[in-house]
């Protein structure tokens, strides 16, 4: 039973080529992150406007896929682009935040409600003017995995904009 377990755990692992997974991490000094001190209200809805780049600008399209997190609730995860809080995500969903062409450090820390600790992973991508990226968020909590994380991976533009369609939209509102 031990060794289907060790090679069940290693074969998940193995399948997740590129993924960027770090473990427990302080969201400030991780490249990217913003320092959040009033966490931001979430909430999603089916409603999906469409959306094409402005001239001169790129647009990130990040989304939140959690099939491997098992338990509830699903985590929220709150995204940094360069320092600065753009964007958040809970469960099966995506914001779309526009950016300058150029290299970019972008960033998630999943948001534990019950401990102060933060799960966070960082991702460099480097945006052209028109262009449209798909970056999914994995967070991990599954039988063979004793402990939680996240991490981020750039997608293919087709796998993303099909998963796009699959999932709600998230709205960030400040927190008041």
């Not at 750039?154 to 709600?168: I, S, T, W």
Request: charged share 20%.
């Amino acid at each position: 039973m031990m060794q289907r377990s060790f090679f069940s755990s290693a074969f998940l692992l193995l399948c997740l080529p590129g993924l960027a997974v770090t473990g427990k991490a302080q969201m400030v000094g991780q490249p990217g992150c913003a320092a959040q001190n009033d966490p931001p209200k979430i909430t999603t809805t089916s409603n999906k406007p469409d959306f094409k780049p402005v001239p001169g600008k790129a647009l990130l399209v990040v989304l939140q896929n959690d099939d491997l997190y098992n338990p509830r609730p699903r985590p929220t995860n709150l995204i940094g682009l360069d320092g600065a809080l753009v964007g958040a995500t809970h469960g099966r969903s995506y914001f779309v935040v526009e950016a300058e062409p150029g290299v970019h450090h972008l960033c998630t820390s999943w948001l534990n409600t019950s401990s102060d600790d933060l799960l966070a992973a960082a991702l460099q991508v480097e945006l052209e003017s028109g262009g449209v990226y798909y970056v999914q968020i994995v967070d991990m909590q599954y039988k063979l995995i004793d402990s939680p994380s996240t991490g981020l991976q750039l997608l293919d533009p087709d796998q993303g904009e099909l998963m796009r369609r699959a999932y709600d939209l998230a709205v960030m509102k400040p927190a008041k």
